[in-house]
């Protein structure tokens, strides 16, 4: 990691498109200005990391969510019964 004192006002290039800007300090905080190309995401840390934990949350197991479903629709059934009854409907087998 570099590691570089700046002041307010000054600047860090990365390459030839990114330019880093100090743009004020102040006492528990320091603003950064980023100056990128459009076609580049910039976004902070701890945003990044709530999108991947939601991204991951709304990849949950179909077959969970279905089981959700199915004991919604028969509470007072045990999940293994209905299971069965489901199958019997499938093969079109009664009782």
Do not use: C, W
Request: charged share 25%; aromatic share 2%; proline share 3%.
């Amino acid at each position: 990691m570099l590691v570089m004192a700046r002041r307010s006002g000054e600047s860090i290039l990365i390459g030839d498109e990114i330019e880093i800007v100090i743009a004020h300090i102040g006492r528990s905080r320091v603003k950064v200005g980023i100056l990128a190309p459009r076609s580049m995401i910039v976004m902070a840390r701890e945003t990044r990391l709530v999108r991947d934990e939601n991204m991951a949350a709304a990849a949950a197991d179909a077959g969970a969510f279905a089981g959700l479903l199915e004991r919604l629709r028969h509470p007072h059934v045990s999940p293994g019964v209905v299971e069965e009854e489901v199958n019997r409907q499938d093969t079109g087998t009664e009782n």
